[in-house]
């Protein structure tokens, strides 16, 4: 009876074990919690200091849990405009909008498109977009310390929108899609015209 109530004992504790380290690595691979209400602390923090706000940026960097995807749909909005940060504007996202970039080549890209665009405009936005919450690409790391580096270069860390999601899902699935016939749950903010479909 005693051997049988020890072994339960330590069964216990191993499995707590096990539990507590598998929490441990979860919580290390974890490299940003998106907070809630993103949006409206971004724009009460640059309101001041660009003359444009934005939801997209020039370059929007979608992360999945491995892979990275670009899209460059996105509307210019002065800062005078009053805008509801809460619904984003309709792009007409597209699957073949979404470029997939592998992580190896992550810095190149950014060294050198990226900084092509930065020496043709004031300021280069960008956002780093998410599927969750929680971030664990490595990809992040990449990005946002390459923008904190740079003079003139604003990005905002959001969830993706609804229009970001099935499109880019409709391009990883190979599946059929048309902004056109879809019934948005969450819906769009003020109408601005996108621009910015490029293919690289």
Not at 23 to 45: A, C, G, N, S, V
Not at 70 to 91: A, G, S, W, Y
Not at 128 to 135: G, Q
Request: with cysteine; aromatic share 16%; net charge positive.
């Amino acid at each position: 009876m005693i051997k049988t109530i020890l072994f339960i004992v330590l069964l216990q504790f191993f499995c707590w074990s096990c539990v507590s380290v598998s929490q441990k690595k979860d919580e290390k691979d974890i490299l940003y919690i998106i907070p809630h209400h993103q949006q409206e602390t971004f724009t009460r923090r640059y309101q001041q200091d660009f003359s444009i706000l934005f939801f997209y940026g020039q370059f929007n960097f979608v992360l999945t849990d491995n892979q990275i995807f670009l899209h460059q749909r996105f509307v210019k909005i002065n800062k005078n405009e009053k805008i509801n940060f809460t619904k984003p504007p309709q792009l007409k996202l597209l699957p073949t909008d979404f470029t997939e970039i592998r992580l190896a080549d992550l810095p190149t890209y950014l060294s050198t498109f990226v900084l092509d665009t930065a020496a043709n405009n004031r300021t280069v936005m960008a956002s780093v977009v998410a599927n969750s919450d929680t971030i664990k690409n490595p990809a992040f790391n990449t990005i946002s310390n390459f923008f904190q580096s740079k003079n003139h270069f604003s990005y905002v860390i959001r969830n993706w929108t609804e229009e970001e999601q099935f499109a880019l899902k409709a391009k990883i699935f190979k599946t059929a899609y048309n902004p056109d016939t879809m019934h948005w749950k969450v819906g769009f903010g003020k109408a601005f015209v996108p621009v910015g479909r490029k293919k690289l």
